[in-house]
C-alpha cells in the first residue's frame, strides 16, 4: 500500500453508472446513466480529486493516503447535497482490490457504508450499504470506468 495507489485513476474518464434509482427509500429499480469524471493527483500523489459531472448534478471526491495510520480516506460531497460532506470512508489496497468503510446516515437510519475498488485499466466502483451492521449489504451503485 503506497500513496500511489490511486493513480490508476488520474485523468479523463467515461463512467457507465448502475444506480439503485431510491436508495433512500431502498428501492430495487435499477436506473442507468453517463457520466464524465476527471481526476488529478495533489500533495505529491499522498491525495487525488475527482470531478464528477451526470447531466444537472455534479459531484467530487478527496482521497487522501495517511502514511502514519497506512491507509486511505475518501470524502463525497454532490450538488444534490448542498453545504454537506459525506463522513469518510477508510481502507486500504490489496493486490489491486480496495475496501473501504465508513458510517452515515441514509434516510434517517444509521447505515454502515463500503466501496470496492477494483483497478485496472477499466477500473469499477461498487457502493453498498449495510443496516444490520456489516452482517449483510446491500449493492446500490456500481460504475464501469472507460478512458475518454
Sequence with gaps: MSSHD???LHGRWRVDNRKIADIIGRGTEWTEF??????????????????FFA????????RQYDP???VWRIWWASTR??????????????DGHGVFF??????????KVRFDWTTGDEPVWEQQ???????TWEPNWVMRFTRA
Design 34 to 51: 453517463e457520466a464524465s469524471a476527471e481526476a488529478r493527483p495533489l500533495l505529491g500523489g499522498a491525495a487525488v480529486i475527482d470531478s
Design 81 to 94: 447535497a448542498p453545504g454537506h460532506l459525506d463522513p469518510p470512508l477508510e481502507g486500504r489496497f490489496t
Design 129 to 135: 450499504f449495510s443496516y444490520d451492521g456489516g452482517e
Design 55 to 62: 447531466g444537472d448534478w455534479e459531484g467530487m471526491t478527496l
Design 6 to 8: 490511486f493513480d490508476f
Design 102 to 111: 465508513g458510517d452515515d446516515e441514509v434516510g434517517g437510519h444509521a447505515v
Design 68 to 70: 502514519a495510520a497506512d
